[in-house]
């Protein structure tokens, strides 16, 4: 154990973290800091700091399943997995600089989730620390697994709340050999949208399937995952699809650097926030953000946005009943919009957390 700051404390394994829950009263877990409107929290609130947790513990990739320490850095897991010619499916964002901890706390899947799923459909188990300082493990380290109140996917998206994960289990998935980028232009955001409804019914399984406003109407950014010898085909037949079936304008390859599958490329704004939301309820909502930077990924089922006016996007957001969580700003609590608490999760919250000392 050692301490970085007089309230931050790194601490280097389960029973270190055991003694630091028991020890104090008001605790929040802190990993790689990405996300740094999450962690303003006031001055009686101490910091677990987990990125020293770090490392895979077991890998079978045969069967595979991955096991790694929260604080273990995602770009290093990737690393791990690619040498295998394996991948995370629900494509964790800031890998540069996240932990998966805090990717699967967030619940902060990428635009490649679009084929297969979110993080909640690859996470298989997880050992955890609870505000009364027990440690246990929820889930399994199989594929197959008992029925049952699955706590390890509950732990997605709770932002350390219930429980502090020390340790997460994985199914993971063969990565393509190849990779081929699409953008598709539309003048509209109603043809795109309509285009979107088409792709959802096309035979062709695209790997990421986004849309955005650009200088010239909206773009809509495909990407098709295969083999390099059939991938020409595949893109080609989907143009062709797409222009016959749609309000096409043109279409072009783009060149896979890596901005085409990250949503988050080119939102500059101060606050940085995610929305979950359908296709159908984009229109509305797209009128009324129509002045902030913002990208729709997964299908539409997930809007990104950058702003320099928090407080506007707040109140939008709550006409709308639409929930959101800021990762990027100052703001004095990272839930804006539709409240997401709900019974189940208070009961879970006084059963794991009985003294409200996780925050």
């Known amino acids: 154990m050692s301490f970085r700051a007089n309230d931050e404390t790194v601490l280097n394994s389960v029973a270190e973290l055991q ?10 877990v802190v990993g790689r800091r990405s996300k740094t409107a999450l962690h303003q929290v006031g001055a009686d609130v101490v910091l677990a700091d987990l990125s020293d947790m770090r490392g895979i513990t077991e890998y079978q990739p045969q069967e595979y399943t991955l096991t790694v320490l929260a604080g273990a850095r995602v770009s290093e ?7 295998e010619g ?39 188990g ?14 399994g380290k199989v594929v197959k697994n008992a029925a049952g109140f699955d706590l390890s996917k509950f732990l997605v998206g709770s932002l350390g709340k219930y429980a502090i994960m020390t ?11 190849a990779f081929q980028g699409l953008r598709l232009r539309y003048d509209s955001l109603d043809e795109a949208l309509n285009a979107v409804f088409r792709c959802n019914r096309s035979p062709q399984e695209l790997d990421l399937l986004d849309f ?42 783009v060149e896979d650097d890596g901005t085409l599958r990250d949503p988050l490329a080119g939102l500059t704004g101060n606050f940085l926030v995610k929305v979950v939301i359908s296709p159908r309820q984009i229109p509305r909502f797209d009128a009324l953000v129509r002045d902030m930077q913002r990208r729709y990924s997964a299908g539409g089922n997930v809007a990104w946005l950058a702003t320099e006016d928090i407080g506007a ?32 999760a208070a009961r879970v919250k006084r059963v794991l957390d009985p003294q409200d000392k996780l925050v």
């Open 126 to 139: 997880a050992a955890v620390v609870d505000g009364l300082g027990r440690a246990f493990r929820v889930g």
């Open 212 to 253: 955005a406003p650009s200088d010239q109407g909206w773009s809509l950014l495909a990407g098709l995952a295969g083999f390099q010898d059939t991938l020409p085909q595949r893109a080609k037949q989907f143009v062709a699809m797409m222009r016959e079936e749609t309000a096409l304008l043109d279409a072009m390859e």
């Open 167 to 177: 340790e997460l289990t994985f199914k993971v998935f063969p990565d393509a050999p």
């Open 313 to 344: 996007l707040k109140k939008i957001l709550e006409a709308q009943q639409l929930p959101g969580i800021v990762l990027r700003g100052m703001v004095a609590c990272p839930l804006i919009g539709k409240p997401l608490e709900n019974a189940l």
């Open 19 to 28: 003694a630091f829950v028991k020890g104090h009263e008001r605790i929040h």
């Open 86 to 124: 394996q991948y995370l499916p629900f494509d964790p964002l800031f890998a540069n600089r996240a932990s998966i901890g805090g990717a699967v706390a967030c619940n902060l899947s990428g635009s490649r989730r679009h084929r297969y799923g979110g993080i909640r459909d690859f996470i298989l």
């Open 77 to 83: 897991i990737q690393t791990a997995l690619r040498a």
